[in-house]
């Protein structure tokens, strides 16, 4: 309990010392006209209330993330606490302030555009079909999931209340939610979903403090303590762990919200404090979960193992981390935890899927420069993505999925390094904070550091000794820092 006690306030005090520092390193001006005046289309171009674009900002992060990748990466032990706590104030929150500013001072420029600016034209085609592919990854997955779900709630054996039948709802939703000015669909549905994953998250907090259960402390082995994974505890958890910590694919998010943010005074509360809040849910439901385990009478010596045991579904013999979230909601919050944990589990990864559709087309449109002023424009960069994500649909994901993981952080890796190469471009530039470059830099050392280690190491990798992928995966980091150290003095010198 005193672990998770001090990780929780720690997030807070990261968002208020560390985030203000961020801040000001970066320069917020509320003097500056944003991109949803400048550029205003009444499309994706418009201003928005404050309290509305942070929820929108944090149910587009979010989504299941912070619940599913939270729960399985307790599983590694308590240094899970660790890293979400450290890995979101220095690491995630860093990654989505700056990305999402630099957005808002290119006039909401989508992610790869961005990293092209600063890191060239290979790397700005090369985050293209890395951002085009995770878009439509997610959004595919994010149909199928909530479907599978709501079929096996429901007894009907035909057509009506199928897999098939929720699928094309939700796909239908989808086409909606991409081709509608945001204000239409996602600016009145995220605020109420946004808000019930917040209440869910408090009323499991309070239960983390009420129900019985005890919690393992950071006092512990520093070690692996998962039970079936091979994987050492790093990187592995650093992996698992994504929303929560660091997660490349709110990169891709945050332009969005830069083009709906009335003042660059709010992008602290609205990126660094939406990723600050997503990691107080992935704290809870670390702590929720193992708790809410260890208190169990299941097979197990150990909470791992229990806890693996409570997330079996006995429909299928295989661990799932839906079923302890609708165990725990409705057991420590009854009737009403029942129904929030449905949105946890099906609403919540739909609103994920909805805005990865929206940023495919935006990333699409901002590469082709064609403008999205008109319904048909929308619809003519849409029904490509649509009709592939259709297809992607009918095939089996259990083996593409499994690089899903690796493929999200190294895009948060290739961000990191733009934004650093953003700073330090503008510290030269501008003969002020020389070491601004630092806040992202150290990130972008560490997550170098994490995906190239954890590619050489991994069973879907090339599944070499750990010992191996240290040694190569430092040797990597180090060709990294190397080339920025020498690219920085010939720019100085420039």
Same mark, same amino acid.
Request: proline share 5%.
């Given at each position: 309990?005193?672990?998770?006690?001090?990780?929780?306030?720690?997030?807070?005090?990261?968002?208020?010392?560390?985030?203000?520092?961020?801040?000001?390193?970066?320069?917020?001006?509320?003097?500056?006209?944003?991109?949803?005046?400048?550029?205003?289309?009444?499309?994706?171009?418009?201003?928005?209330?404050?309290?509305?674009?942070?929820?929108?900002?944090?149910?587009?992060?979010?989504?299941?993330?912070?619940?599913?990748?939270?729960?399985?990466?307790?599983?590694?032990?308590?240094?899970?606490?660790?890293?979400?706590?450290?890995?979101?104030?220095?690491?995630?929150?860093?990654? &989505?302030? #700056?990305? @999402?500013? $630099?957005?808002?001072?290119?006039?909401? *420029?989508? %992610?790869?555009?961005? =990293? /092209?600016?600063?890191?060239?034209?290979?790397?700005?085609?090369?985050?293209?079909?890395?951002?085009?592919?995770?878009?439509?990854?997610?959004?595919?997955?994010?149909?199928?999931?909530?479907?599978?779900?709501?079929?096996?709630?429901?007894?009907?054996?035909?057509?009506?209340?199928?897999?098939?039948?929720?699928?094309?709802?939700?796909?239908?939703?989808?086409?909606?939610?991409?081709?509608?000015?945001? &204000?239409? #669909?996602? @600016?009145? $549905?995220?605020?109420?979903?946004?808000? *019930?994953? %917040?209440?869910?998250? =408090? /009323?499991?907090?309070?239960?983390?403090?009420?129900?019985?259960?005890?919690?393992?402390?950071?006092?512990?082995?520093?070690?692996?303590?998962?039970?079936?994974?091979?994987?050492?505890?790093?990187?592995?958890?650093?992996?698992?762990?994504?929303?929560?910590?660091?997660?490349?694919?709110?990169?891709?998010?945050?332009?969005?919200?830069?083009?709906?943010?009335?003042?660059?005074?709010?992008?602290?509360?609205?990126?660094?404090?939406?990723? $600050?809040?997503?990691?107080?849910?992935?704290?809870?439901?670390?702590?929720?979960?193992?708790?809410?385990?260890?208190?169990?009478?299941?097979?197990?010596?150990?909470?791992?193992?229990?806890?693996?045991?409570?997330?079996?579904?006995?429909?299928?013999?295989?661990?799932?981390?839906?079923?302890?979230?609708?165990?725990?909601?409705?057991?420590?919050?009854?009737?009403?935890?029942?129904?929030?944990?449905?949105?946890?589990?099906?609403?919540?990864?739909?609103?994920?899927?909805?805005?990865?559709?929206?940023?495919?087309?935006? $990333?699409?449109?901002?590469?082709?420069?064609?403008?999205?002023?008109?319904?048909?424009?929308?619809?003519?960069?849409?029904?490509?993505?649509?009709?592939?994500?259709?297809?992607?649909?009918?095939?089996?994901?259990?083996?593409?999925?499994?690089?899903?993981?690796?493929?999200?952080?190294?895009?948060?890796?290739?961000?990191?390094?733009?934004?650093?190469?953003?700073?330090?471009?503008?510290?030269?530039?501008?003969?002020?904070?020389?070491?601004?470059?630092?806040?992202?830099?150290?990130?972008?050392?560490?997550?170098?550091?994490?995906?190239?280690?954890?590619?050489?190491?991994?069973?879907?990798?090339?599944?070499?000794?750990?010992?191996?992928?240290?040694?190569?995966?430092?040797?990597?980091?180090?060709?990294?820092?190397?080339?920025?150290?020498?690219?920085?003095?010939?720019?100085?010198?420039?």
């Amino acid at each position: 309990m005193v672990t998770f006690i001090v990780s929780l306030l720690l997030l807070i005090l990261g968002y208020v010392f560390y985030g203000a520092l961020v801040d000001n390193t970066f320069g917020a001006d509320p003097k500056r006209q944003t991109p949803c005046y400048t550029s205003r289309d009444g499309v994706d171009y418009m201003p928005m209330p404050t309290w509305k674009v942070f929820l929108i900002q944090f149910l587009n992060i979010a989504g299941t993330g912070p619940i599913f990748g939270a729960i399985q990466g307790i599983l590694f032990g308590p240094g899970a606490y660790l890293w979400i706590v450290l890995g979101c104030i220095f690491g995630g929150a860093v990654h &989505d302030y #700056l990305s @999402g500013m $630099i957005s808002l001072r290119k006039n909401g *420029a989508s %992610l790869p555009e961005i =990293v /092209g600016d600063e890191l060239g034209s290979g790397a700005r085609m090369g985050v293209r079909v890395m951002s085009l592919v995770l878009m439509i990854l997610v959004g595919t997955v994010f149909a199928t999931t909530p479907a599978d779900i709501l079929d096996g709630m429901m007894v009907d054996d035909g057509f009506l209340w199928s897999k098939y039948f929720w699928e094309i709802i939700i796909f239908a939703y989808y086409i909606l939610a991409t081709l509608l000015p945001i &204000d239409k #669909l996602i @600016g009145r $549905i995220y605020p109420v979903f946004g808000l *019930a994953l %917040l209440i869910m998250a =408090v /009323g499991l907090g309070y239960g983390i403090f009420t129900q019985d259960g005890v919690m393992p402390e950071i006092t512990e082995a520093f070690s692996n303590h998962h039970p079936t994974s091979v994987i050492p505890i790093f990187p592995g958890l650093c992996i698992t762990i994504a929303c929560g910590a660091v997660s490349g694919f709110h990169a891709t998010q945050s332009p969005m919200m830069a083009r709906c943010l009335q003042n660059e005074r709010y992008g602290r509360p609205i990126f660094y404090g939406a990723m $600050i809040t997503e990691g107080m849910v992935a704290l809870i439901w670390a702590a929720a979960a193992i708790k809410f385990a260890e208190s169990l009478n299941v097979q197990g010596d150990t909470p791992y193992e229990k806890l693996v045991a409570a997330m079996i579904n006995p429909e299928t013999g295989k661990p799932s981390p839906a079923v302890l979230v609708n165990a725990i909601c409705s057991s420590w919050l009854g009737k009403v935890g029942a129904i929030l944990a449905v949105l946890g589990v099906v609403a919540a990864p739909i609103t994920s899927g909805d805005t990865a559709f929206r940023s495919a087309r935006l $990333i699409t449109a901002d590469f082709m420069h064609y403008k999205q002023n008109r319904v048909y424009k929308r619809v003519l960069l849409s029904v490509p993505i649509f009709l592939l994500s259709g297809v992607l649909m009918f095939i089996n994901f259990d083996i593409l999925w499994r690089y899903f993981a690796w493929f999200n952080q190294s895009l948060s890796v290739i961000t990191l390094w733009a934004v650093t190469v953003w700073l330090t471009r503008r510290s030269v530039k501008e003969g002020r904070k020389p070491y601004a470059f630092l806040i992202a830099l150290i990130p972008a050392l560490w997550m170098t550091l994490v995906c190239s280690t954890y590619i050489i190491i991994a069973p879907e990798g090339f599944q070499l000794n750990y010992i191996v992928a240290y040694v190569m995966g430092g040797l990597v980091t180090l060709g990294a820092l190397v080339w920025f150290i020498l690219w920085a003095k010939k720019l100085q010198k420039a």
